[in-house]
């Protein structure tokens, strides 16, 4: 276990669902993360938050919604999706948005399909 | 604009044949540059963060090394479980930025 926890492991969900991705994080973080990943695609962020805040929003479309109730808890919430958007969506957390000593710990994904 | 290119695309290696995989990046300025294992089905697992040219840090049979245009991941007798795709991402000095840009990646098989 990484530390990171991501549910559900798998989605389908039809272009007119709402759904929502969850992330729990046990390690004491302040950072949390959303990222895309796409076949033969690097990793692409999402959202970023620090200490419940949002820091970073990089240029998502507004179906989708990110939620930081509390700095142990990430949540996704999906409506309305395209194809285009089924992907591997990874949840990260760092100590701190400034500290890299260690890097980011991901959770293990939701393998994502719009149907 | 920060990129980061990784070569080559895929390795197919025997078991305890020795190779390396490459990270070459362009930063104004590099506050980190990272290593991850991703294996498949999961999410990446981090495993160097390398601060200066010259620096080099290793872990069982991985060791990285960096320079000031590129880094190389050397995997030495590897084994299958091995198999991984591996990853690569800087971090720019300052500028109010903090987010990582990552490679493509490298997929790694070792055949036993």
């Known amino acids: 276990e990484t530390g990171v926890t991501q549910t559900p492991r798998h989605l389908v969900m039809g272009m007119t669902n709402k759904k929502s991705l969850k992330c729990e994080q046990h390690?004491?973080?302040?950072?949390m993360y959303w990222y895309k990943q796409s076949a033969k695609k690097p990793l692409e962020l999402m959202f970023v938050?620090?200490?419940?805040?949002?820091?970073e929003n990089n240029s998502v479309p507004s179906r989708f919604s990110p939620e930081c109730p509390n700095s142990s808890h990430l949540f996704l919430h999906l409506h309305t999706l395209q194809p285009e958007d089924s992907a591997l969506y990874l949840c990260?957390?760092?100590?701190?948005?400034?500290?890299?000593?260690?890097?980011?710990?991901f959770g293990s994904g939701t393998r994502l399909t719009v149907v | 604009e920060d990129q980061v290119t990784q070569s080559p695309e895929a390795l197919r290696l025997q078991e305890g044949e020795s190779s390396s995989l490459n990270c070459s990046y362009t930063v104004s300025g590099l506050r980190g540059l990272f290593w991850y294992r991703q294996d498949p089905g999961k999410g990446p697992e981090f495993l160097f963060t390398l601060y200066s040219a010259g620096e080099e840090k290793e872990k069982e049979r991985l060791k990285a090394t960096l320079t000031k245009k590129e880094s190389f991941l050397h995997i030495t007798a590897p084994k299958p479980e091995d198999s991984a795709t591996y990853l690569c991402?800087?971090?720019?000095?300052?500028?109010?930025?903090?987010?990582?840009?990552f490679g493509r990646g490298t997929s790694l098989i070792v055949h036993p």
């Open positions: 991402a800087v971090r720019r000095e300052g500028g109010g930025s903090y987010i990582p840009t």
């Open positions: 990260a957390s760092s100590q701190d948005v400034l500290v890299i000593n260690y890097g980011y710990t």
């Open positions: 938050y620090s200490l419940e805040e949002r820091v």
């Open positions: 390690l004491g973080h302040n950072a």
